[in-house]
């Protein structure tokens, strides 16, 4: 059986890309996979992430030395690890971090959680760009999401890419596609990092413009908000009484949150953004979704089959889907079943580990 060196996050904190590595060490636990796991931790919060600080330089030194100690010891058949987006500070952090891993001449398997890691190359100076080469090209394996994610792996030549979509649990067994009520206040949810290229700028004005077209349209924020210029805009949208704040929630709290929502509205432009599982979530729900076409996120939702694609920063547009679908059951109705139906083929727990177990069991 081959040995499997893990690095990566694992919660806390809950993010989508941490949740998914977290579920991979269940999964090989529960399997009896042989694997040994170097756990990071530079961010102890989901705003931490992309930032720099002198902590996370200590933090980065201990963990070289610790992937050093168990190259030497483990001596794993392979090492896997979750590679960064498109900013430089992480990028180079994962440079040390695989330095030694590629000098000795380990099998790799990059996973793509995050998207646009090619995207930086042009930005590096003629000496990273060398060392850029000699970390991340030509890996052994490649795990992206979707075909849009394939773009990252085939730019660094990996040898063997496979697509794995994620998988999200949901608490029921059984939805209602007729269960939205056109006589009740339509809610319009957002869930993630409240931060402005997640969208949660472009979705108040949204829900505003939604809402003076027909006031039963609210929206439904659940949480951290990312700094005070997000803060401002979440108030000024409580003040309005179009916006209900709800704080970081998880488990059954946040389940209970999207089962009383009828929409999920997720205006993302984020760097990093490559197969958002919020998206997954809703429809685990039925909740037809209204996203922009960015990365990972168009081969999620099919336009006007399980939710709209619009433009970045169409607010106009994306307000116009939300009325369009508030106001037509019939619509809501073909949109919910298709989601849900698209998730129970595509994006459960059971298939992400199933098809996890056969990548890691087929490894020559």
């Known amino acids: 059986m081959k040995k499997i060196l893990i690095i990566g996050q694992t919660p806390p904190p809950y993010g989508g890309q941490i949740i998914h590595i977290g579920k991979i060490v269940s999964i090989f636990e529960k399997n009896k996979i042989e694997f040994q796991l170097i756990r ?3 961010s102890e919060d989901m705003n931490e992430n992309g930032k720099f600080s002198f902590k996370k330089i200590w933090k980065l030194l201990f963990l070289q030395i610790q992937t050093l100690y168990k190259l030497a010891s483990y001596r794993p058949d392979y090492v896997y690890y979750p590679l960064s987006g498109c900013e430089k500070i992480p990028v180079y952090r994962d440079i040390v971090m695989l330095f030694f891993v590629r000098l000795f001449g380990f099998k790799t398997i990059f996973h793509f959680h995050a998207g646009g890691i090619a995207e930086i190359y042009p930005r590096l100076n003629f000496f990273m760009q060398k060392l850029f080469k000699f970390i991340f090209f030509k890996s052994g394996h490649s795990i992206c999401m979707s075909k849009s994610g394939l773009k990252d792996p085939q730019f660094l030549e990996s040898k063997n890419i496979e697509i794995i979509p994620y998988g999200v649990e949901r608490s029921e067994n059984e939805i209602k596609p007729d269960k939205y009520d056109m006589n009740k206040k339509c809610q319009v949810l957002f869930v993630g990092v409240c931060r402005e290229s997640k969208g949660i700028l ?20 659940v949480g951290k908000i990312f700094s005070e210029k997000e803060q401002e805009a979440v108030r000024r949208g409580i003040e309005q009484g179009i916006i209900i704040s709800e704080g970081v929630k998880i488990g059954d709290e946040k389940n209970t949150i999207f089962k009383e929502s009828d929409l999920f509205l997720f205006p993302s432009f984020f760097e990093h953004e490559n197969f958002p599982t919020v998206v997954l979530e809703a429809f685990s729900y039925g909740i037809p979704v209204i996203s922009t076409k960015w990365r990972g996120i168009v081969d999620q939702i099919e336009h006007g089959r399980n939710g709209y694609l619009h433009e970045l920063h169409d607010i106009r547009g994306m307000a116009d889907s939300i009325i369009k679908i508030a106001n037509n059951k019939v619509l809501y109705k073909e949109l919910s079943t298709n989601a849900f139906n698209d998730y129970n083929k595509l994006y459960t727990n059971r298939l992400f580990e199933k098809n996890i177990i056969k990548f890691f069991n087929n490894l020559a």
């Open 40 to 42: 990071m931790f530079f």
């Open 202 to 221: 472009d979705f108040i004005k949204v829900i505003d413009i939604a809402n003076k077209a027909d006031s039963r349209i609210i929206g439904k924020i």
